[in-house]
């Protein structure tokens, strides 16, 4: 049994008919698969996405085999090679012992996610630097999780009320850079925005707030919900860790008209109950304000009509060089659909 890296259309594509026989697909930003054969037949295989494991199967005639330690190896000395030495595997719960005899912790389960990291740096450990950092004062202490792309008048007004609630405020900003708006662009913004507000911390969300653009669905079946699954698992990881570690009372959310996010609070309803605050979401002229009003304003050039719906340092920065480049960008995405 020799391991192969897929690197051929037709290899990948092998690949990809093994684990659709195995109930499974195959992601899209996967950048690295390796498989093993025998007589010309994949009985195994595991693929890296950054540094996230996915795609971990072996052909069930085939387990008990050690099949699975050896990809787990393998895939490990492919990181540690690249000089990467923090990586995440999410997998089926009934994988969680194997990656556990490799030195994984368990973050978090739900029914048909389990989400582990490698214990070179841990989320505890992380967390905790985070908030020694922080040299917290009060017990009273809120939290919101926004991406602001880009920061509206609806953020501000989320962020305020939790302010005039609580005497300290923590706004987690979603660090992946795929937004349109960059998140050192976004997170200057919101400073600004917010600066009038003493009580309130600006933080980088960490690599463990879930994003809907990472995560994996390669595992899940048709019937289960995508959604409400990213959000059980973002849920369980924000009481456990965020709340229990930084001693959070209450996580602010504004209500939701889009399907796919009013989802995502139901299930966060459900995980933290009277935890989670909703709050309704502010209008300008009978319009509800969000950051996908703004992009599409700004994609047809109306970034006069923008200013009335956005803080100042929001538009400071739409109408700075910079600014009127990300603006070109967001009309290019539009202008090709």
Do not use: W
């Amino acid at each position: 049994m020799i391991i192969k890296e897929a690197i051929l259309e037709n290899e990948i594509n092998k690949v990809k008919e093994f684990l659709k026989d195995v109930g499974l697909n195959y992601d899209r930003d996967i950048n690295y698969t390796v498989y093993i054969e025998e007589n010309d037949e994949i009985i195994g295989t595991i693929s890296a996405a950054q540094n996230i494991i996915k795609c971990f199967a072996i052909n069930p005639k085939y387990q008990g085999q050690n099949l699975g330690n050896t990809l787990i190896s393998h895939i490990i000395n492919y990181f540690h090679d690249r000089s990467i030495y923090y990586y995440q595997v999410y997998t089926k719960p009934e994988n969680v012992d194997i990656f556990l005899s490799f030195n994984f912790n368990l973050i978090a389960s739900s029914k048909n996610v389990s989400l582990l990291e490698c214990r070179n740096v841990t989320i505890v450990e992380t967390l905790e630097r985070v908030k020694n950092n922080l040299k917290l004062t009060s017990e009273d202490i809120a939290s919101i999780v926004v991406n602001t792309n880009p920061p509206t008048n609806g953020h501000l007004y989320l962020i305020t009320t939790a302010s005039q609630n609580h005497q300290q405020v923590l706004v987690f900003l979603v660090e992946e850079d795929r937004s349109v708006f960059k998140f050192k662009d976004r997170y200057h913004m919101l400073i600004n925005a917010t600066k009038h507000l003493s009580n309130v911390k600006i933080l980088p969300s960490t690599k463990y707030i879930v994003s809907s653009l990472t995560f994996p669905t390669y595992f899940l079946k048709e019937d289960v919900d995508e959604v409400l699954e990213q959000a059980e698992i973002d849920a369980i990881i924000f009481k456990k860790y965020f709340m229990t570690i930084f001693g959070i009372k209450k996580r602010y959310v504004g209500t939701e008209t889009d399907l796919v996010t009013n989802k995502y609070n139901q299930k966060l309803k459900e995980i933290l109950g009277d935890d989670l605050i909703i709050i309704e979401r502010i209008k300008h002229d009978g319009k509800i304000i969000s950051a996908t009003m703004i992009r599409r304003l700004l994609a047809e050039g109306k970034i006069e009509d923008v200013k009335q719906y956005v803080p100042q340092a929001t538009y400071d920065f739409l109408t700075s060089e910079e600014g009127k480049k990300t603006i070109q960008k967001l009309q290019d995405v539009y202008k090709n659909g």
